[in-house]
């Protein structure tokens, strides 16, 4: 599955897009576990100290926000979901 990070995220996992294997029926939280394995200054960046997605992170499955999807972070992707991340973003 790709993965399409944005903004500071890109500077950590060096570009644009990530494919990620995941095993058949795999959640986004399990999706999320994947991407801060595979890079571990991810972690402190997207996910809080109870292991939770950080309330300022933006996690999109095609194009929605996974927080207001019916299960959550539960939510089981498929092969061609559109999956993004983004982080806080300032500007003032």
Do not use: C, W
Not at 30 to 51: F, S
Not at 56 to 64: C, D
């Amino acid at each position: 599955m790709n993965v399409y990070f944005y903004a500071t995220l890109r500077d950590i996992v060096g570009g644009k897009t990530v494919h990620f294997d995941l095993p058949p029926d795999a959640s986004a939280r399990q999706l999320l576990l994947a991407v801060t394995h595979q890079y571990p200054l991810l972690q402190e960046k997207l996910i809080n100290a109870d292991g939770d997605l950080h309330n300022y992170v933006h996690f999109f499955i095609n194009g929605r926000d996974v927080r207001y999807l019916e299960t959550g972070m539960d939510t089981v992707l498929q092969p061609d979901d559109i999956v993004s991340l983004f982080p806080a973003v300032g500007g003032g």
